[in-house]
Structure formats: structure tokens, C-alpha cells
């Protein structure tokens, strides 16, 4: 029902930002919510961020006041600025999306935290 794009994952040093997109296929009001999920080798997928189509957002404690996720009707398109990078922030993030009781991914994109 809907396909999801991440982009803008890469290598980064430590202190550094990055930006990852997600492109939505269709229009973000027909999204319940949107959410930016992690997972790192040998570690369980978590749930990084997220944001309602009424504008709430939640963060997971270890990214709180350093990654912000927002949005981009015109351009249907959900991003993740993520700022003073840690190494144990390494992982590949993945774009997900929940329409009513369905959830639908993305491929995910690689992001590397080292110097």
C-alpha cells in the first residue's frame, strides 16, 4: 500500500551529523505514524524515533536531544537529523510506516559512527 526509500546513510566521525531521509509513495496524511527503527550487529532492532500525522513526536532515551525527526508533506518525505554522533550509534537504520494495522518497511540504509 505504500513504498518507503531511505537515503543518506554513510560513514561519519564521531561528534559529526547526518541526515537520512525517507520517501514516502504516498501522501503522509494517510499515515498513521512514521517511525525510524536501528539495528546493530548481534543487537535487536529498536525504535529510534517516531511522528504521528498530528505532529507528536518520542524519542528513545539515548538519542534525546541529539537526533530530531520531522517532516515534509510537499515532498512526502520523513527525515532524521541525527547530530553528535556516537560510534554506538552504528547501525542500519530502517524508515517504517503504520497504516491502520499494517506496518511497511523500507531496505533500510548503513550508517557508521567511527573515526
Known amino acids: 500500500q505504500v513504498q518507503l526509500a531511505e537515503s543518506g546513510g554513510g560513514l561519519v566521525q564521531p561528534g559529526g551529523s547526518l541526515r537520512l531521509s525517507c520517501a514516502a509513495s504516498?501522501?503522509?496524511?494517510?499515515?498513521?505514524?512514521m517511525n525510524w527503527y536501528r539495528q546493530a550487529p548481534g543487537k535487536e532492532r529498536e525504535l529510534v524515533a517516531s511522528?504521528?500525522?498530528?505532529?507528536?513526536?518520542n524519542y528513545e532515551d539515548s538519542v534525546k536531544g541529539r537526533f530530531t525527526i520531522s517532516r515534509d508533506y510537499t515532498k512526502k518525505t520523513v527525515y532524521l537529523q541525527m547530530n553528535s554522533l556516537k560510534p554506538e550509534d552504528t547501525a542500519v537504520y530502517f524508515c517504517?510506516?503504520?497504516?491502520?494495522?499494517?506496518?511497511?518497511w523500507g531496505k533500510g540504509t548503513l550508517v557508521t559512527v567511527s573515526s
Open positions: 511522528i504521528t500525522n498530528g505532529g507528536s513526536t
Open positions: 517504517s510506516a503504520r497504516i491502520v494495522a499494517t506496518n511497511y
Open positions: 504516498r501522501n503522509l496524511f494517510m499515515i498513521n505514524v
